[in-house]
């Protein structure tokens, strides 16, 4: 339990439970904390897994819409609700992952178009863009993986899960998602080696 | 170890979760091979850029995000799409009552899809403005009602007739399709079963070579429209149901032929006989003999 203290309203918060219960209790100001605190978040992760802005929203709104449905299903003992919160939205996201990429009619990434929203929070500005430009090129690297190794990079090599979570959320045998993972990475690798090859023509 | 072998251990290799033996093995492949060498390289370099991406969590969310996710999961009035879908019709008759503007107006904020319809039918509602600003019936349009109305029974070939004629306008076309009108009831009234219709052919052939007399010395727009009107009338014969039988008796020559004055006919020189020929050879092909009005 992380132990915070945040000033919210009129009193003192000093834990995550106290925050969920607060917000259980129908607090408008504790919730919009939750929400500012873990929207951006959330919104990243959506980005990486659907690489356009518009479906990153609607699935940050749904998933914050499930965590309210769901804070009764809080336990503080068993963790953080950044954790909590987490699982619940690399689920929900992975979901709608598997779902777009059966029926792939909305598959297309509009990462060219949406460059401005990356932003830069790096000390000086010359090293801000250069940082900014090849992070907008390493996600348009991981879009063109194919998704069965794209959501295994993703959620190894961002999200930083161990195996035995990816294997959990994804559901499949643990030799399956290690031979994606390093599959996964030996080709992004080459894709953003083409990518340089292409900027120096 | 081979190159396969080497790219398939080489996440582990990466992660230092390989036994002593393959790390060994893979060591070694590197230092022979200098396509593994690259590879090991830029697979590293690739893994630090995308573990970067993690710590910024650098894409920026649009600011109105976090005021939709409360809207959506505060308590309170939500409107579902269908609901939305009914006070539509309000919005833009502008009579909503106050709170109901506002869970409207909520559910515009948070729903993609009804943001979408709204702006599909403010599309649609401003074309329709615009398309009725920009509609300027054709010029002849009252011209063409007046034909179709005083015209006889209306068949298709009769419709065509005047679409033809719409595009007609020059007196010299006026002329062409004339003689062309002209033959084509001379062909008709050849072999008219009926005696009703040949007498209305021969009164349309009449009338026809007045008007074309009248229409080359007048070339006035009144002249015309008589023309056309004329031109009508034998194109609703034709799409009568006596000539659309596909099996016409053949016929002793026409008396109808004889009463035809071609000395007199208005054609200023000789150019014209041109059009007439397909209807001759058209007539002793389809029905036995037959005089043709030219061969005399």
């Not at chain 2, 539509?88 to 109901?100: A, K, Q, T």
């Not at chain 2, 559910?107 to 074309?127: P, S, T």
Request: one cysteine or more; hydrophobic letters at 40%.
């Amino acid at each position: 339990m992380s132990s915070y203290q945040m000033n919210l309203g009129a009193s003192l918060i000093t834990s995550d439970a106290d925050l969920v219960r607060r917000c259980r209790a129908g607090d408008s100001v504790a919730w919009e904390h939750v929400v500012q605190e873990y929207s951006r978040r959330v919104y990243n992760l959506a980005y990486r897994f659907t690489g356009r802005h518009e479906t990153a929203e609607d699935l940050t709104q749904e998933v914050f819409v499930r965590v309210y449905r769901s804070l009764e299903q809080y336990d503080a003992q068993a963790g953080d609700l950044a954790n909590w919160l987490m699982r619940l939205a690399r689920n929900l996201v992975i979901d709608d992952y598997r779902r777009r990429t059966r029926t792939p009619t909305d598959l297309g990434d509009d990462l060219e178009d949406h460059s401005y929203h990356l932003e830069s929070r790096t000390d000086t500005p010359d090293r801000g863009v250069e940082r900014t430009e090849r992070a907008k090129q390493v996600h348009a690297a991981i879009a063109k993986l194919p998704h069965d190794l794209r959501e295994c990079v993703i959620l190894r090599d961002i999200e930083e899960l161990t195996y035995q979570e990816i294997v959990d959320i994804l559901n499949i045998p643990l030799g399956t998602v290690k031979s994606r993972i390093n599959r996964g990475r030996i080709d992004l690798a080459k894709i953003l080696r083409r990518m340089k090859v292409v900027e120096t023509l | 170890m081979n190159c396969s072998t080497f790219e398939d251990h080489l996440s582990d290799y990466l992660e230092t979760a390989l036994d002593s033996r393959t790390k060994a093995e893979c060591a070694a492949h590197r230092l022979v091979c200098r396509e593994c060498r690259a590879l090991y390289t830029e697979v590293r370099a690739t893994m630090g850029e995308v573990n970067e991406l993690s710590e910024g969590d650098d894409i920026a969310i649009s600011p109105v995000l976090a005021t939709r996710i409360l809207a959506a999961t505060t308590p309170g009035k939500m409107l579902s799409c269908g609901e939305f879908d009914l006070l539509i019709e309000r919005y833009f008759d502008g009579v909503f009552l106050p709170n109901e503007f506002q869970t409207f107006q909520n559910h515009f904020d948070q729903c993609r899809q009804c943001r979408r319809l709204l702006g599909g039918i403010e599309d649609a509602i401003a074309m329709c403005r615009e398309a009725k600003d920009e509609s300027v019936a054709p010029a002849d349009l009252p011209e063409r009602i007046v034909a179709a109305t005083t015209g006889r029974a209306s068949g298709r070939f009769y419709t065509v007739l005047i679409g033809v004629w719409a595009t007609l306008n020059t007196p010299q076309w006026a002329v062409a399709l004339l003689i062309l009108a002209a033959a084509t009831t001379l062909f008709s009234a050849r072999f008219a079963s009926v005696g009703a219709f040949k007498a209305e052919a021969q009164e349309s052939a009449e009338r026809l070579r007045a008007e074309l007399q009248n229409g080359l010395q007048t070339n006035s727009r009144q002249a015309r429209t008589q023309i056309k009107l004329a031109a009508v009338q034998v194109g609703s014969l034709l799409a009568a149901p006596e000539m659309r039988s596909k099996s016409v008796p053949a016929q002793s020559p026409d008396p109808l032929l004889q009463s035809v004055d071609w000395q007199q006919a208005p054609f200023p020189n000789n150019q014209w006989n041109l059009t007439a020929r397909p209807v001759s050879s058209v007539s002793t092909t389809v029905a036995g003999p037959s005089p043709s009005p030219r061969s005399h």
